[in-house]
């Protein structure tokens, strides 16, 4: 009956499914006005949800327990609600009133505008959204969230599922936007955020090194922005702040060169940054391992195989350990040249002076392929004070960027020559 209620909410944005009546119209009739995003102010939040909060639309943001969720979105809630995007609701299920209210204090934070409500059963809480018609809504998390409809226990598949659908149509009809926190877990008694990922418009998730105080934000899904994009933030005593200089996260500063380490330029999402990528390679005491951190292990494997078949050069009977430094995950294949070459270099024990940038796809008959924006990535290596570029030869610009050597290759072996 709640969700009947809120159907007839008179702030009904016009183009999503769920709203009465339905008719079949002619594709023209229909207005291609962008939809509107309303910025939270927190430009690295902004950037990972293409421009700001959709009105009607549902992020779920995934994470590690303690890894910042809550208190990211505590912040970007009352930052919505200061820009005028008022009232904004934050549903806790996890943490009382007083705990809430303790941590928004903390941070420093001005709650005039900001309302609580502590509930997880989902019909009662859409009654009561209901009448308080918010524009921005926080559900932490959905994970505690169940519907009276079904028997099984809260934090079960079924239960994170149904509930979440109600909350999605629930955006869907009233034009709030609605973010949802999913705990990542370990197999077991509660459903991760990923049985949501098909229901939501946009998926986000908190990626972080053991340890460190840096966060990285990704958006895995967007249908209101670019996907891959980063958003990078370090949790400080006052909440998480934004990081102005991401590249220097992602970079350690040597005293000297050392063997196993290169810098490679990844354009995950549309901004160039440059990663270090360290890589061990060890006699191995028994069956040899291949363990990645921020990599994929599969991919490690391949590039061995190519290294070893197309250079001669044979790990067999080698671990081989691969880390991207500073918690960032790196999918694109425009990593393999400079994995390859930092393992190469631990296998020689010659360092790769520090002053050169790598980027390229290897392909599994050694040939080094081109990469999208490649004048992007030189650029921002320049900026950075790189003198020496080991690039794919498509790649090459006809006039490089000030201070920088460009070197392009074609072939795995050029490379493997060139250090
Ligand atoms: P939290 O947002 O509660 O994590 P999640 O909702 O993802 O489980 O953050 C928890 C951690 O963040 C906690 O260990 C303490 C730390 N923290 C800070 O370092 N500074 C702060 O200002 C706040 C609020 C939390
Ligand atoms: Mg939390």
Do not use: C, W
Not at 29 to 45: F, K, N, T, W
Not at 131 to 144: F, G, K, M, N
Not at 269 to 282: F, I, K, S
Not at 322 to 341: H, K, M, P, Q, Y
């Amino acid at each position: 009956p709640s969700v009947m209620v809120s159907r007839r909410s008179k702030r009904v944005p016009v183009g999503f499914a769920g709203q009465a009546p339905s008719e079949v119209v002619p594709a023209t009739e229909v207005s291609a006005e962008a939809h509107r995003h309303h910025p939270s102010g927190i430009a690295e939040l902004d950037r990972v949800l293409g421009g700001g909060l959709v009105a009607g639309s549902v992020v779920l943001i995934g994470g590690d327990p303690g890894i910042g969720k809550s208190t990211l979105l505590l912040q970007a809630l009352v930052r919505l609600a200061e820009s005028g995007l008022t009232p904004v609701v934050y549903v806790t299920g996890e943490e009382s009133l007083s705990q809430v209210t303790a941590r928004a204090h903390r941070l420093g934070l001005p709650i005039e505008a900001l309302r609580l409500l502590a509930e997880t059963q989902v019909e009662q809480i859409l009654t009561l959204l209901a009448a308080e018609r918010p524009r921005a809504l926080v559900i932490d998390s959905i994970q505690t969230v169940f519907t009276e409809q079904l028997q099984s226990a809260p934090g079960s598949v079924a239960q994170v599922r149904e509930s979440a659908a109600q909350l999605v149509r629930y955006a869907k009809s009233s034009g709030a936007g609605v973010f949802l926190v999913g705990h990542v877990t370990k197999e077991g008694a509660l459903a991760g955020p990923r049985v949501l990922e098909h229901m939501v418009d946009t998926v986000l998730y908190f990626e972080s090194e053991e340890g460190s105080r840096f966060r990285v934000i990704r958006a895995v899904k967007n249908r209101f922005g670019a996907a891959n994009e980063l958003g990078l933030f370090a949790m400080t005593e006052h909440g998480l702040r934004e990081v102005s200089n991401p590249s220097a996260i992602f970079l350690s500063r040597h005293e000297s060169d050392v063997a196993g380490s290169t810098v490679m330029v990844t354009r995950e999402g549309t901004r160039p940054l440059l990663v270090e990528v360290q890589a061990l390679v060890d006699d191995s005491l028994g069956n040899p391992r291949r363990v990645t951190v921020g990599f994929d292990p599969n991919r490690l494997a391949m590039l061995l195989a190519v290294l070893n078949r197309h250079a001669g050069l044979s790990t067999h009977g080698q671990d081989v350990f691969v880390n991207i430094v500073g918690g960032v995950r790196v999918s694109e294949t425009a990593a393999d040249l400079a994995v390859v070459l930092a393992v190469l270099s631990s296998l020689r024990a010659r360092p790769v002076s520090s002053d050169t940038v790598v980027f390229g796809e290897i392909g599994l008959g050694g040939e080094v392929r081109p990469v999208p924006n490649g004048e992007d990535r030189l650029r921002e290596a320049a900026k950075h004070g790189f003198r020496r570029a080991i690039i794919p030869s498509a790649n090459a610009p006809r006039l490089g960027p000030k201070g920088l050597r460009v070197h392009s290759v074609s072939a795995l072996s050029e490379a493997l020559e060139l250090v």
